[in-house]
């Protein structure tokens, strides 16, 4: 069908806005850094599929644009959803969780009145070998008891952003990395599991503090918000090199557990992915959200892994337990 005049002028604004889409996540080789676009691709991707639903209901030939974006970044597009993995589990592995327990709801942002023990609950339902929470609150913590091997690293600001890996196996050999200036951090452990030892990083960066208040639509908003959220982003860029003189003297294979603050087209990420693959991506199915921000999704909880180990699942479990989704993965050796 012919493109009438309203067709005439959405046309250029979608080719523009998928050509930035695959520019800011890697397509054309490269990674770009506009850290405040990084940070809105999965804005614009929506906003792109709301595009293409468009054309799809008007039976336009627009619509074998976004097809041809999509081959062509088709591997990117596989960072914000996969495709379900209906693949049978044969192998048992190492299974590993993280989650950012946000207090285990100290304050009552949730209505429930016993966060903690469901959360108790919860993992003893999921029965992780291992798991790392971000913002422990040691006070609310439920006991755990099936975790006989523990290292918690409260924050210095009356534990509001505590660290804590739990363990079924042997841990040795823990350690914190400080972050300058910050109620984060980073704690580390090395595991002893069949007869192996590989090492696990609990790892929580700058917050963003994005809430549903920010916005650009006027000239001082939108400056007071990109001067913020840079000098954020630059925060976690420091963040994360401290972790890597850490890991530098690491000779195990790792796994890494975090709340980025970040999505997978920002600069952290992309620093991560070089030497430890995004278990979402390589095993993962679904759209991966863990995080909402004005009621729109977006991933900033992640596991990674060094590629020295097989990757057999990764799942985003849906509770209502904290702001956060709580994720998991099961690994297993070559």
């Known amino acids: 069908m012919k493109l009438n005049f309203l067709d005439k002028v959405l046309l250029p604004v979608n080719f523009i806005l998928l050509t930035v889409q695959l520019i800011l996540m890697g397509t054309f080789g490269g990674f770009f850094t506009f850290p405040l676009f990084n940070l809105l691709v999965p804005v614009i991707a929506f906003v792109n599929l709301v595009f293409v639903s468009y054309w799809l209901i008007k039976l336009k030939w627009p619509v074998f644009i976004f097809i041809f974006s999509l081959l062509i970044g088709f591997s990117e597009w596989g960072m914000l959803y996969k495709l379900p993995n209906n693949a049978v589990q044969v192998s048992k592995g190492l299974k590993v969780m993280s989650f950012n327990v946000r207090l285990f709801n100290r304050y009552k942002w949730i209505k429930s009145k016993d966060i903690p023990q469901e959360i108790s609950s919860f993992i003893k339902t999921e029965s992780p070998d291992i798991f790392c929470l971000q913002e422990f609150a040691r006070e609310q913590s439920p006991e755990f008891p099936d975790y006989p091997y523990r290292f918690i690293e409260p924050s210095l600001n009356k534990a509001q952003n505590g660290l804590s890996i739990f363990s079924k196996f042997p841990l040795i050999n823990n350690g914190v990395i400080k972050f300058d200036n910050s109620n984060n951090g980073a704690i580390y452990s090395d595991l002893v599991y069949e007869k192996d030892t590989l090492r696990m990083y609990n790892i929580h960066l700058e917050s963003l503090r994005l809430n549903i208040s920010d916005t650009l639509f006027s000239q001082e908003h939108s400056l007071k918000f990109k001067n913020r959220i840079e000098q954020v982003i630059l925060k976690q860029q420091f963040q994360l090199k401290e972790f890597e003189k850490v890991d530098n003297t690491n000779s195990y294979p790792a796994i890494v557990c975090t709340d980025l603050n970040n999505n997978a087209f920002s600069e952290v990420y992309n620093s ?44 985003t479990h849906q509770e209502s337990l904290s702001d956060h989704n709580p994720i998991s993965a099961i690994i297993d050796w070559k």
């Open 272 to 315: 991560l992915n070089k030497n430890l693959k995004d278990l979402f991506v390589e095993a993962g199915g679904g759209l991966g959200a863990t995080y909402k921000v004005a009621y729109f999704p977006f991933r900033i909880d992640f596991i990674f892994a060094n590629p020295k180990f097989e990757f057999i699942n990764f799942k």
